[in-house]
């Protein structure tokens, strides 16, 4: 600064950077399978699904031709659900919410864990659900579907989810498409266009707090804190202000 003959004190710095303009934050690595225009790629695929037509949403060019039939007992002409899908793995022990203390912030919890997973349903308008699978198998993923449909009956069901393994393949596309779920697959690498990954933080948040003695107790309290998150639609306002066009949900 001599060369303007201008000091600053280091606790304006801070200020002064930013009104040149600069932000202030961790660097973070650019997942590597991003693409560009994630945003643009997305509603591209909302709207494609929500334009419904007579081909199968979930069918890809290549699986085979059998198969394809929605099943007798569902029906799909009573409107349109939208929801967001995915696994989480939340424990007894997870630890992320500051509390106010006057000694060491210590908790003592009975050593509980699972190994199971979360696997839920952010319904915008219908039912959410929540079921503890084992694995995520497509065989666990399609029980967890249809427990979707069973929760949402009469109605077509519109799915946003990632490209795990497990949800992609020619067996959960098929039988999604016979549960009358068509799938809205998230671009590659954009876990923040999926709603739900809010609806997991906050009930992690929630939840860390509280003692619970047995894994069992642990998997009711999932159960009650995710029925009563996914009741308010919050997570998902400026999903739906980007993405859906509730003239076509309509």
């Known amino acids: 600064m001599d060369e303007f003959d201008v000091e600053y004190h280091p606790d304006y710095l801070g200020a002064f950077l930013r009104d040149l303009g600069l932000s202030y934050a961790k660097p973070r690595p650019k997942r590597p399978y991003q693409p560009e225009n994630p945003d643009e790629i997305l509603e591209e695929r909302v709207d494609d699904a929500l334009d419904e037509d007579e081909q199968p949403h979930n069918k ?28 989480s793995h939340p424990q007894p022990y997870d630890n992320s919410r500051r509390v106010w203390y006057v000694d060491d912030p210590h908790v003592e919890r009975p050593l509980v864990k699972t190994e199971d997973s979360a696997v839920g349903f952010y319904a915008l308008n219908g039912e959410s659900v929540v079921r503890f699978t084992e694995d995520e198998t497509k ?46 697959f998230l671009p590659s690498g954009s876990p923040h266009l999926n709603p739900i990954e809010k609806v997991w933080d906050y009930l992690k948040w929630t939840m860390c707090p509280i003692i619970v003695e047995n894994e069992s107790e642990f998997k009711s309290l999932v159960k009650d804190v995710f029925e009563q998150i996914t009741r308010r639609i919050s997570y998902a306002n400026n ?11 309509s």
Do not use: M
Request: glycine share 10%; hydrophobic share 35%; charged share 35%.
């Open 239 to 249: 999903w739906c202000e980007k993405f859906l066009d509730l003239q076509k949900l």
């Open 60 to 87: 890809r060019v290549g699986d085979d031709e059998e198969g394809w039939i929605v099943d007798e007992d569902v029906c799909t002409d009573g409107g349109t659900v939208i929801g967001f899908f995915d696994a």
């Open 139 to 184: 065989e666990r993923i399609c029980e967890v579907l249809e427990s979707v449909r069973e929760q949402n009956p009469g109605k077509r069901i519109l799915l946003v989810l990632d490209k795990h393994g497990s949800h992609v393949c020619a067996y959960t596309r098929k039988r999604a498409h016979q549960l009358g779920i068509d799938l809205i």
